[in-house]
């Protein structure tokens, strides 16, 4: 069975940080770009932000990121573990959400486009709070 599965969240106050991790399963990470997307209460799920393939990218490890947490989350990857990363630094408490990870077969290319994602974790839940 392909997937990949999040793990990482728990409670943070405001200020504090955490790492999420995404671990693929099935497959192997290489190829792939890994996309990381939230969905807070009552809200519609957005992006966070993205990391592109190393293997046949002009742009190897590419990023990008929405503007809400831009200076304060990054991504990265370690392909020889199969897993990438969600750094969260300065969690504010609208950070609060459940955080899923996907993995997008085109990964040359980092998108924030979450239809172009194909496998998709179950999602963990970051609650930032004092």
């Known amino acids: 069975q392909l997937r990949v599965v999040e793990s990482g969240g728990g409670l943070v106050t405001p200020g504090g940080s955490l790492r999420l991790s995404c671990a693929a399963s099935g497959f192997t990470l290489d190829d792939y770009a890994i996309g990381w997307f939230r969905q807070a209460p009552g809200a519609e799920r957005e992006e966070v932000g993205c990391?592109?393939?190393?293997?046949?990218?002009?742009?190897?490890?590419?990023?990008d990121y929405a503007a809400s947490v831009q200076g304060r989350f990054t991504i990265s990857r370690d392909d020889a573990k199969n897993t990438a990363y969600l750094q969260m630094n300065n969690l504010r408490s609208e950070d609060t959400a459940v955080y899923f990870c996907?993995?997008?077969?085109?990964?040359?290319?980092?998108?924030?486009?979450?239809?172009?994602?194909?496998?998709w974790g179950q999602g963990t839940q970051v609650t930032v709070s004092s």
């Open positions: 996907a993995a997008d077969r085109a990964g040359t290319v980092c998108s924030l486009k979450a239809f172009r994602y194909d496998y």
């Open positions: 990391i592109s393939s190393f293997r046949g990218a002009s742009r190897p490890g590419s990023t």
